[in-house]
């Protein structure tokens, strides 16, 4: 009976020991996960450089987003101020209109910028770099050879020739490029020293380029309005 | 003994999550500490100002398209022009699209730790996104959204230190997931192509970038949540 009574209180011991353990281990790996995951999500885990540059990318988009806060300020102003004088405004839906024109590549459109000749064959995935580097930049419109060039014209090589929406483009590449040449000028840098040991890169900044190159929209077929 | 075994085994067990715990926990030398809590405040404080911008933006757009929507109705020379508005809008990705399409998944591989390996191929680096953007409108992608941003004409992928920044400084951090609006089975078989994405693929087998494609028949992708400014370039005629 007596021996019977001490294993019972050695197994509730043993019990209460492992619990304790089991509730110490739950804890320290529930503090383990989290302290990683919150060091994955937060800034703790980056480099001062990575912070700085992020900073600077903040306050340039930051500071874009003011100028479009402005822009459609402005915009809705001038359609409720006809719409309270008892018209409608469509010479404001006309200069929206005009702007989408121009980022969907469907007008022709002149401007300052830059004009990149290319004496040699690049890859796509370094038109496609360069083209990335410049809209980074701010560029506003671009054309190659002829072809205008929005966001999803596609770049691609087929062995040997490069295919710029399904169309071939050979050596001299000329790019033309709208935007600010300040801010074009570093990004076309970037892009022709690493072709440089390959091909020659030609940069030229220009008052006023003209690209009358237009892209018709595909219509859209399996994509329908709303979420 | 064998209550003596279980404890020391889980002690063992508990020092080492201990061990591991506080090796996790960033040791900069105390002259840095407050310099680098200033940085990400500053990151933090703009991250805000970010999204509180972005909302202003969407506000005043929908402000916009109410006037718009009125002019409409009281005008036949501005429903004409509406009419045609509300196409190129949907072309520069301001309206939130539906449809059959392709879902491509991947994320960050493992990390080799080995001497005999600096490449950082274990990554996802930026181009490796923006060549599966470029590849799925090469297979006939209507519309695209990578980690929920809307991919438009002035999209550009950058890094800023290590982060993948994507239309006006939003950060996409792994797992990645881009979504194409468009014939599945065209998407697809351009993902699938063994020719196209080499590189990734090849990383993606040593790595396990978890780079995987599945085909829907409805999938949905947000518009813009911004809109478009023309500084330079001005229309002709």
Redesign the interface.
């Known amino acids: 009976m007596h021996s019977r009574s001490v294993e019972l209180a050695a197994r509730s011991q043993r019990l209460v020991i492992f619990s304790l353990i089991a509730i110490g281990l739950g804890f320290l790996i529930v503090v383990q996960l989290r302290s990683q995951a919150a060091v994955a999500r937060t800034l703790a885990n980056q480099d001062d450089t990575s912070v700085a540059l992020l900073i600077n990318d903040l306050n340039h988009a930051n500071n874009q987003l003011m100028q479009q806060s402005a822009a459609l300020a402005e915009q809705q102003a001038q359609l409720q101020q006809a719409l309270t004088s008892g018209g409608a405004d469509s010479q404001a839906l006309s200069k929206e209109l005009s702007t989408l024109r121009e980022v969907n590549g469907a007008a022709p459109v002149h401007g300052p910028g830059l004009e990149i000749r290319i004496l040699g064959p690049v890859m796509d995935f370094e038109l496609q770099d360069a083209l990335n580097n410049l809209r980074n930049a701010g560029a506003e419109a671009i054309s190659l050879n002829g072809y205008r060039i929005v966001g999803s014209t596609p770049v691609v090589s087929r062995g040997d020739i490069l295919m710029v929406a399904g169309h071939a483009v050979g050596t001299p590449l000329v790019l033309r490029v709208i935007g600010d040449a300040e801010q074009l000028g570093p990004a076309a840098d970037l892009s022709a020293s690493s072709l440089q040991t390959r091909v020659q890169v030609d940069i030229q900044r220009q008052s006023d380029l003209t690209i009358s190159e237009v892209v018709i929209p595909r219509p859209l077929i399996y994509a329908q309005l709303g979420r | 003994m ?2 003596l075994a ?2 020391s085994l ?1 002690t063992f ?2 020092a080492g ?2 061990a ?2 506080f090796r ?3 040791l900069p030398p105390s002259n840095r500490v407050a ?2 809590q200033a ?2 405040q ?2 933090n404080q ?2 805000d ?2 999204s509180t ?2 909302a ?2 969407q506000a ?2 929908a ?2 398209k109410a ?2 929507d ?3 109705r ?2 036949s ?2 429903q004409e ?2 009419a ?2 509300d196409e ?5 990705g ?8 392709l879902t491509v998944l991947l994320h960050d591989g493992t990390d080799p730790n080995s001497s005999a390996d600096h490449s950082l191929g274990w990554t996802i680096h930026y ?1 490796d996104l ?2 599966i953007v ?2 799925l ?2 297979s006939g ?3 695209i959204a990578v980690n929920g941003q809307r ?13 993948i ?1 994507v239309n ?2 939003s ?1 996409l ?1 792994p797992p990645y997931t881009v979504i194409a ?3 599945p089975p065209a998407l697809a078989n351009g993902v699938g192509n063994p020719d196209q994405l080499a590189e990734l693929k090849s990383r993606n087998r040593i790595y396990g970038l978890g780079f995987s494609w599945v085909r829907s028949t409805r999938l ?3 518009a813009y949540d ?12």
């Open positions: 064998t209550v279980s404890v889980a067990l508990v999550l201990a591991t715990q996790s926990q960033p310099r680098e940085l990400r500053s990151v703009l991250q100002q970010n911008l972005k202003r933006v005043l757009e402000g916009v006037g718009e009125e002019s409409a009281r005008s020379a501005a022009v509406k045609q508005l190129q809008k949907t072309y520069a301001l309206s939130a699209l539906h449809g059959p399409g181009q923006q060549d470029n590849l409108w090469a992608a209507e519309a991919i438009v004409p002035s999209t550009a992928f950058h890094y800023a230190g290590v982060n920044l006006n400084a950060r951090s609006l468009g014939d949905s992708v947000p911004a809109t478009f400014l023309m500084k330079y370039a001005q229309p002709i005629g």
